[in-house]
Structure formats: C-alpha cells, structure tokens
C-alpha cells in the first residue's frame, strides 16, 4: 500500500507477447495494466469515488484475452469490488465477455468492438446469481490515451441507470 494516498501498489506493466492472436490484435491496445479513478452512483444509492486498476492480458496461443479488475476507497485504500474474466474478440467485430464479481453476481456479455475508433460496447446477455440486477451495459473506449468506461444497470425496481464511469490511464 502507498500509505500516502491509501492506494495499493502499481502492479508491474505486464509485456505483450511477441505474437498475438488475430483475433486478439484489435484489441491489443488493451493489454497491460490501467489504472486511475472513477465515479459511482444509483438512485438507490449515495454517489461514491474510488480508486480502480483493470488488467488485460494474452497468451498469445488462444483468441482469449484475460480481464481482471479491482477499487478501493480512495481515503483508506480498503477494498471495494473486484472482478474478473475473459474476453473473447471474434474476427467480425462481435466479442463476447464472461465476468465473475466478487458480490456473486456473474456475467455474460455479448457486443462490438470497433478496432479503428477503439470503442467496445457489451450487453447482459445472462445473469447469474443476480437478485436485483436485470441488466447491465459496459461501454469502453479510448480517449486520448485513457481507457474511459461507462457502465448502466437495470435492476428489479428501476430501469437502465448510470451506474460507474470512469478514466485509466495505462501503467
């Protein structure tokens, strides 16, 4: 932990392999690790900052591309929610996304990415494990060399809503 800010070391920047999958040169922009701040909030919930580092990587040997992500407060560094998985990119710009979180609740994304404007856009295709959830979308894209996402979610009582967003930038 930096004791200063309350945030968890930098992970070592993590190399490209020498050869990477075609399905996964596209998205090759993504592999390492990225790190800043975000901001939450629903209209359930009381608004909330936080510290948040996402990790991608490649083998090189299969179309699968390794996702992990993790925030903390950002006054004390104590953990918030992690999250990880795998992305698989297909060669017609389709990509499909599986994502375990730490609350239980488990993923599966099905969307587009658009390799020349750097933009991936999933949908909930399933749920599991979701009491309240009904749906979420993840839109990420590159914007002057920070990775910016924004994610919505729907739940039982409410209907798709700002929920995260967020600026890394690469380590």
Same mark, same amino acid.
């Given at each position: !932990? %930096?004791?200063?800010?309350?945030?968890? &070391?930098?992970?070592?920047?993590?190399? *490209?392999?020498? *050869?990477?999958?075609?399905?996964?040169?596209?998205?090759?922009?993504?592999? =390492?690790?990225?790190?800043?701040?975000?901001?939450?909030?629903?209209?359930?919930?009381?608004?909330?900052?936080?510290?948040?580092?996402?990790?991608? +990587?490649? +083998?090189?040997?299969?179309?699968?591309?390794?996702?992990?992500?993790?925030?903390?407060?950002?006054?004390?560094?104590?953990? !918030?929610? &992690?999250? +990880?998985?795998?992305? #698989?990119?297909?060669? %017609?710009?389709?990509?499909?996304?599986?994502?375990?979180? +730490?609350?239980?609740?488990?993923? *599966?994304?099905? =969307?587009?990415?658009? &390799?020349?404007?750097?933009?991936?856009?999933?949908?909930?295709?399933?749920?599991?494990?979701?009491?309240?959830?009904?749906?979420?979308?993840?839109?990420? #894209?590159?914007?002057?060399?920070?990775?910016?996402?924004? *994610?919505? !979610?729907?739940?039982?009582? !409410?209907?798709?809503?700002?929920?995260?967003?967020?600026?890394?930038?690469?380590?």
């Amino acid at each position: !932990m %930096d004791g200063d800010k309350g945030t968890p &070391a930098p992970a070592p920047a993590a190399s *490209v392999p020498a *050869v990477l999958h075609p399905a996964v040169e596209p998205l090759s922009f993504l592999l =390492g690790t990225w790190r800043g701040q975000g901001e939450g909030g629903f209209p359930t919930i009381n608004s909330f900052s936080y510290g948040e580092e996402l990790h991608f +990587s490649h +083998s090189g040997n299969k179309p699968i591309i390794g996702y992990t992500q993790k925030t903390w407060k950002l006054n004390s560094g104590e953990p !918030m929610h &992690a999250e +990880s998985g795998y992305w #698989r990119p297909k060669p %017609d710009g389709t990509i499909e996304v599986v994502i375990a979180q +730490s609350t239980g609740l488990a993923e *599966v994304q099905k =969307g587009t990415y658009n &390799a020349k404007e750097k933009v991936i856009e999933l949908q909930s295709e399933s749920l599991g494990n979701a009491s309240k959830v009904r749906e979420i979308q993840r839109v990420f #894209r590159l914007v002057d060399g920070n990775l910016c996402y924004e *994610v919505q !979610m729907a739940t039982n009582t !409410m209907s798709l809503q700002p929920h995260l967003k967020a600026a890394l930038k690469k380590l």
